[in-house]
């Protein structure tokens, strides 16, 4: 490579090293393992400066044939504003193939997603913090492994794509509570190492009352640890979650490349995210 020549190579293990610190310059608080789980379900590019280092990183995670998400987009503050980000996001394209896409943006990248075709969907707030002392809700109980199809089945109901891979690499690492009516399972949500502590996502609820019982049923065991929980604005959720001392830090926009009618914007079952990147 000549001098200051960036080579946009595949994702491979060796690179979550520089991604990892690529993505603490931007205070994200993924760690190597939050990485290691997003490329296990995920293909993915890097661009490599002229000395070898990670300098930007993207990846996109399908869901079946039904869709993919974008994700973990990052580019070196030292080399933005030279192209860098619509490379990796051609290559993200590239990858998906004919899939419909979506993605959380931030603020700094909407200008560029919005230009590729992808279109404002819903705001994702980000709460998180040291969880208050609260008592279980009527409702929640820990899932067991035979339950992992009806979650997969109720999951993709909700989201409207195949996410078995995810389901199987959030048992893996966490944990998940389910409420049940007459024996069928009705509402789930997971909980899994995340960062500073632990994500609580996805979510899946018929009601704003189920939900706030799943998310309980995990914070009620957890006083004074670090949660975390992403939830769509429209879900009305985020002022108990501000309660239960999860404060309202940042977020983003959900897009969707093509845009989605209206009736398939709002899925109120989905009451939080596996997280912004996954969706």
């Known amino acids: 490579m000549q001098q200051g020549e960036i080579a946009i190579q595949d994702f491979g293990p060796d690179h979550i090293e520089g991604a990892v610190a690529l993505s603490r310059q931007e205070n994200w608080p993924h ?12 293909s993915g590019a890097v661009a490599l400066d002229d000395q070898g280092r990670v300098a930007g990183t993207i990846l996109v995670t399908p869901y079946g044939a039904d869709c993919a998400m974008i994700n973990m987009v990052i580019v070196d503050r030292n080399v933005r504003g030279k192209g860098l980000g619509r490379r990796l996001m051609e290559q993200a394209l590239a990858l998906a193939g004919d899939l419909p896409l979506r993605l959380v943006a931030t603020a700094d990248g909407m200008p560029l997603y919005e230009k590729l075709g992808f279109v404002p969907s819903g705001t994702i707030l980000q709460h998180q913090g040291k969880v208050a002392e609260l008592g279980a809700l009527d409702g929640g109980e820990a899932a067991v492994a035979n339950d992992l199809p009806d979650i997969k089945a ?16 959030l048992a893996e690492r966490g944990q998940f509570a389910v409420i049940r009516r007459n024996g069928a399972i009705e509402a789930y949500a997971a909980i899994r190492p995340f960062g500073r502590g632990e994500v609580i996502g996805p979510v899946i609820a018929g009601s704003y009352d189920e939900a706030k019982a799943l998310i309980a049923f995990f914070a009620s065991t957890r006083p004074g640890a670090f949660l975390r929980v992403d939830t769509d604005s429209r879900t009305g959720i985020a002022g108990w979650l501000e309660e239960i001392g999860l404060a309202h830090a940042g977020g983003g926009v959900a897009m969707d490349r093509p845009p989605k009618n209206g009736t398939e914007q709002i899925r109120p079952k989905i009451y939080a995210l596996a997280n912004q990147a996954l969706g």
Not at 31 to 37: F, G, H, I, N, V
Not at 154 to 169: E, H, N, S
Request: charged residues 30%; glycine residues 4%.
């Open 31 to 42: 760690r190597p393992q939050d990485w290691q789980m997003a490329l296990q379900l995920s």
């Open 154 to 169: 109720l999951d993709r109901d909700a989201y409207g794509a195949d996410r078995q891979a995810l389901i199987d690499a």
